[in-house]
């Protein structure tokens, strides 16, 4: 393992850095400006996002952040990109809510800006053990909703729900009962590619039964920024608007595109992530005392909890032996498998949640040399 490994982090996928052939493609990508449409390296990239989920087209933005943020904004009536409008944005999509899962990234983290920059009203329902939405859950809340312009949100992979990969059978389950109440279909496609990569399926195949899709490029497939916002082409003009009205417009964008276009031909080697994912949650099993969760299907994603220990304590614990890790709710911490991670890594790993199950609250076993 090289010496930046003998910190172990997975907090997340989002962590990886762009290897000798991403950085290539950067310095030698061909620029123009995408403010005026004519950087030719984002139009590839936003083509060929369009192509992977089988959408009309694509639009590049910064982070997923913003483009769940453009989409909700793009699917509202009277979303901000309204010309000549004379009530403040969060005035005009009042009369919106979100109907998504209660531990989804943005029922979680970005509801406020969801609130501050739309007027939109988020609310969360229960899930089931697959991190999809709880189907009576989902009916009461759009029933509640009955006049206002409906959007629900739909997470694949539930990244605070142990990374499950669902198939695309919920997925069109889900959106057919959303859509009887005329309800717009976002899909958070953060970890898209390893659900697809899970279930062995194409991304279109499991993207096919949203009205729209964000997919990350900057999480396991390594771009170092960047997410691609892809449906109609008529949602995705208003997107691209809402892109530049919220300060999301890059120039020579290429830069960061072509880091993208090296990251969409490296899905297939999410499996890999997949793989070693299976061997360190089997390995984390073995410690006595430890709750490994179980997905029904596993991607780069392991969540476990050690009994006696919150989550923050478990947390501090590993951090002391090099391990870091991200606190969840219910004394879980997750795990997550990226392509700087290694097998060599696996055993020093389930060697320092041994020691966080041994150690007082101030001393821990000390690592072990395997790293």
Known sequence: ??????????????????????????????????????????????????????KQAAVFLPSSTMANLVAVLAAAPDAPHAPAAPDPPALRAAHTRLVTGEDTHIARFESAAMRRFGGVRLVGVAQRDDGSPEPAALTRALDDGRGQQLIVSLENTCMLRTGNALDAATTWSLAALARRYGAHVHLDGARLANAAV???????????????????????????VGSLLCGSAAFVDRSRELRLQLGGTMHQAGVVAAAGLVALRRVPRLADDHALAAALAAGLASVRGADVDMPPRRTNIVTVGLAGLDAAELRRRLAAQGVLVLPLD????????????????????VHALAGARTASAGVVQPASSSR
């Open 198 to 224: 899970a279930r062995q399926v194409s991304v279109q195949t499991l993207a096919a039964a949203a009205d729209s899709v964000t997919f990350c490029l900057a999480k396991g497939l390594g771009a170092p």
């Open 330 to 349: 219910h004394g879980r911490v997750r795990f997550v498998v990226h392509r700087e991670h290694e097998a060599a890594a696996v055993p020093h790993v």
């Open 1 to 54: 393992m090289n010496d930046q490994s003998l910190c172990l982090d997975f907090r997340s996928d989002t962590r990886t850095r762009p290897d000798a052939a991403m950085r290539a493609a950067m310095a030698q990508a061909e620029v123009g400006d995408d403010a005026y449409g004519d950087d030719p390296t984002v139009l590839e990239l936003e083509a060929e996002g369009a192509r992977l989920t089988g």
